[in-house]
């Protein structure tokens, strides 16, 4: 195993301070690792899943090689060539496991932000501290996007929120964390070839979910209250001039749909049909803005919470598509002895996160001992 | 299970979809308008011709639009006011788009009929008022839609359509517009 850094360097250097995992620590589990803390249905920090990663690679003796950072690999004959900055190795087969969101994903248009604005990704931001005074428009309605417009917002500063398409969740359904839910009632035990649209389920955004001591909901009504503005989605930057979509009501109104069907769905299965206190919809201001002068002032930083991607510039085998995405099928990459691991709905829904590598790890390696020839004189 | 027909072939629509994936040149079209001043601000405007899925396309039938302004406007009302037409094509695309998406999702239509309202302040336009714009400040679309639906699913198809839809999309985003004189 080739890490460029430590072991769980993710999570040592790619999160900002406050992070808790989304998923409780009864779910945060590793292949027969599991949390046995005081408390399942907590959440780790940043530095609890350091702790708990690096205590895996102990228990299992993983052979990792640190500080070995992988530049190129390439197909050679009936294997591969690594280059790596601790020298060349040549292998038959290669799982990529380098992670899905190596690089945060930032928008062509930010490039026509005026350069008085301070411009952030979640990879370069740790905490409001490190932010100027003044407004901040966080562009992006994912669990990163909303955890820090709230943490933002907490700190004493006018915070924005644009959003497009959104994944909205209630941390508790019926009392039980609604990633239980998801759980127990195989909704993240959907395979990759059952899912209807699987570009989109690989693309889905993660859902506005924070992990907190007091288990609270962080949708977009949980930002209202704390007095966060909402705006559509970022569509233009014209001389200096935002331009938000006026469709703000619409994405609001599909998240809202998709949320009820999906914990009507998980009433179905536990056969209830006393219906739980419903959610209230989304409340969207009555005339969201749609364009902001940053001529203005009143935005001193912008944060990109709009994704992340892979970093592929190191493999030089031709398996990544012209959108940047690896071809494999459930992990056998499309070239002899290639695979993958720790990508959006590898196999299953739950391969996107941690809890996900059991099965995956399982089936991977299994095709890869089928498929690779012992050698005779390892026979 | 019984078959509902709301006279969409969806089937076409997800064939193209798959075609098209991986043929994006065929994908690319041109709408064009051609019109014509008439007198005072009236003007026509015709339609007949387009361009894809890489050649010349031609319309069944030229058809001809005349904008104009009102009365109230000291015109004289030879045809709807243009930014009328924003409405028309607001309502024609989000109508077209319920119907392809029950027919998808297997719900038999009724009827679908819409009222829009587009909030207009004409000081705008008038010059009246530089801190006014000149297009529309807001606009209102309520569906009345009978179907073998539930309200929420009935409400999960007005959302879909919105998603989908180009005119919505032009309307709620900005566009790169480029007027040049000949
Ligand atoms: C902000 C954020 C929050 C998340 N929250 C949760 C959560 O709450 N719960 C959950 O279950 N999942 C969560 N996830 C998803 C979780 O990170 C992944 O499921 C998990 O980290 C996948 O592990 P991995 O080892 O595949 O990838 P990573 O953790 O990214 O590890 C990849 C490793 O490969 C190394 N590497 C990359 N390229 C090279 C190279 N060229 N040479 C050598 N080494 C290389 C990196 O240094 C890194 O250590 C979150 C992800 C993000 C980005």
Request: charged fraction near 20%.
């Amino acid at each position: 195993m080739l890490e460029r850094g430590e072991v769980a360097n993710s999570w040592r250097r790619e999160r900002w301070d406050s992070l808790r995992l989304l998923t409780p620590n009864w779910l945060s589990r590793l292949p027969g690792h599991h949390y046995d803390g005081p408390d399942p249905d907590g959440y780790m920090t940043s530095g609890e899943v350091v702790a708990f990663i690096e205590q895996f690679a102990g228990v299992t003796a993983a052979p990792v090689r640190t500080n070995t950072a992988v530049t190129s690999v390439r197909r050679d004959d009936d294997g591969y060539r690594l280059v790596t900055s601790g020298g060349e190795l040549r292998a038959r087969s290669v799982v990529l496991a380098g992670g899905a969101c190596n690089v945060p994903t930032v928008p062509a248009l930010a490039a026509g932000l005026p350069p008085g604005v301070r411009q952030l990704t979640p990879f370069d931001y740790r905490g409001p501290d490190g932010l100027a005074e003044g407004g901040v428009l966080v562009v992006g309605g994912s669990a990163t996007g909303v955890q820090i417009a709230a943490e933002l917002r907490r700190s004493g500063r006018p915070v924005i929120l644009s959003t497009g398409e959104h994944v909205r969740m209630p941390r508790l359904h019926r009392d039980r964390d609604v990633l239980w839910w998801m759980d127990a009632t195989g909704v993240w035990d959907q395979r990759y070839d059952q899912v209807d649209d699987l570009t989109r389920a690989r693309r889905l955004p993660s859902p506005q979910l924070v992990g907190t001591p007091e288990r609270a909901t962080l949708d977009l009504n949980a930002l209202t209250d704390l007095g966060v503005e909402l705006v559509g989605r970022l569509s233009a930057v014209r001389d200096g001039v935002l331009l938000f979509s006026g469709g703000l009501t619409n994405v609001c109104a599909l998240a809202d749909l998709k949320m009820k069907r999906m914990l009507a769905g998980f009433d179905q299965w536990a056969g209830l049909s006393q219906p739980e206190v419903e959610l209230p919809p989304t409340r969207v201001p009555a005339a969201p803005r749609w364009q902001i002068d940053l001529g203005h002032g009143e935005i001193s930083t912008v944060v990109w919470a709009t994704g992340f991607r892979p970093d592929y510039g190191w493999l030089d085998v031709p398996v990544v598509d012209e959108k940047g995405r690896l071809r494999h099928e459930g992990g056998v990459v499309d070239s002899p002895g290639l695979y993958a691991l720790g990508l959006p709905v590898l196999r299953r829904r739950r391969s996107t996160f941690l809890n996900g590598i059991e099965d995956d790890a399982r089936a991977v390696t299994e095709h890869l001992a089928t498929s690779l020839p012992v050698p005779s004189s390892h026979r | 299970m019984t078959t509902i027909d709301n006279g969409v072939n969806v089937q076409a629509l997800l064939d193209a979809r798959e075609v098209l994936k991986g043929a994006p040149d065929a994908a690319q079209f041109t709408w064009r308008a051609s019109s014509k001043w008439q007198h005072g601000v009236h003007s026509t405007t015709t339609i007949e011709k387009f361009f894809g899925l890489g050649q010349e396309q031609t319309h069944k039938n030229e058809t001809t639009f005349a904008a104009d302004h009102p009365a109230v406007f000291a015109a004289e009302d030879n045809g709807i006011t243009p930014i009328e037409y924003l409405l028309v094509g607001l309502a024609g695309c989000l109508t077209a788009g319920v119907a392809s998406v029950a027919q998808n999702r297997g719900i038999q239509l009724r009827s679908v009929e819409s009222t829009v309202e587009g909030a207009h302040d004409i000081r705008g336009i008038l010059g009246a008022d530089s801190d006014v714009r000149n297009g529309f400040n807001d606009i209102k679309v309520t569906f009345h839609i009978d179907a073998d639906a539930s309200q929420e699913e009935i409400e999960a198809l007005v959302a879909q359509s919105q998603k989908r839809s180009a005119v919505y999309d032009a309307l709620t985003n900005p566009t790169n517009v480029t007027v040049e004189v000949a």
